[in-house]
């Protein structure tokens, strides 16, 4: 691959996980349901995507590859359901913690990377995975142990194991690639929260006024432009460099939460988030290289 176009999609991706760590700030912003905020940021995030695809002149191809739109449902529902038990974690547990929880998810994607992806792990690789393994432990069992609410630990676990059904289910659609693959998961995605709306009697509902410029932020920029940021960058990223950037979301959103949210933090907090971004740093730097070890 080119330099300069891997530059780009990196600084893509970058930038789209770098967005998801506000999304909890956002929605602490706005009164609605926990399902409710997911709904709409869907909706919002799917249609804009979809206007402007076909804006473009782009036409949908997904009939034409149906092994991989198989896993592009897949992968749309994992989504659509993780958000659900995260947005609801967010409300149990907290921001911080939460988001700290989903991003279990990329360790499960990096263990399985090496089966499934035939990616190299290098022993400077795994010392970075175990970092920022023991940093996120570290966090997620000092914010159990100071939140003592189960069924939101529970839901931070479960959105991890989706997300990474999410991410390898993707990249697993190999055959739909471009816009063309965010569109596709973000409606999926929707269609999955509708449903599960509909059992769950959150909708019909009322938006107050002051909700409506939060949801905009969370549904345009946050979901729409960061979903489409994130698929393009996907397809040409190593599994194990998703995995380690991706915690850059955990780390914005527990620095913004203790900010402005005013959430608890304590030396164990900080010595878990700095062990999870000087993890991150190693993988990504210096783990693809089997000399630097």
Known sequence: MDKSRSKTWLL???TSVLLFGTNGIVSNGISLQSSQIVLLRTLIGSAA????????????????HRRSFFFIVISGVSMGLSWLCLFEAYDKIGVGLATIEYYCGPIIVMALSSVIFKEKLTAVKII????????????????????????????????????????????????????ENPVLQLTVAFITVFIGSLFGN?????????????????GLINTAFGCFLYFMALPHLKSQSVAVLGYLE?????????????????LLDAVGIIMIFA???ICELYGNNPKKV
């Open 202 to 218: 959150s909708v019909p509902f009322e938006i107050m006024s002051d909700d409506v410029l939060p949801i905009i932020v969370l």
């Open 279 to 281: 993890g991150s740093i």
């Open 250 to 266: 955990p780390l914005v959103a527990v620095i913004l939460s203790i900010l402005i949210l005013s959430e608890s933090a304590g």
């Open 12 to 14: 893509m991706f970058i």
């Open 49 to 64: 995507l979809t206007v402007i695809f076909l804006l473009m002149g782009n036409r949908f191809e997904f009939m034409k």
């Open 128 to 179: 970075g995975f175990i970092t920022v393994f023991i940093g996120m432990l570290i966090v997620t069992l000092y914010g159990a142990d100071m939140s003592n609410d189960s069924a939101g630990i529970t839901l931070g676990i479960l959105s991890a194991i989706l997300m990474a059904t999410m991410i390898i289910s993707n990249k697993l659609a190999t055959e739909i690639t471009g816009m």
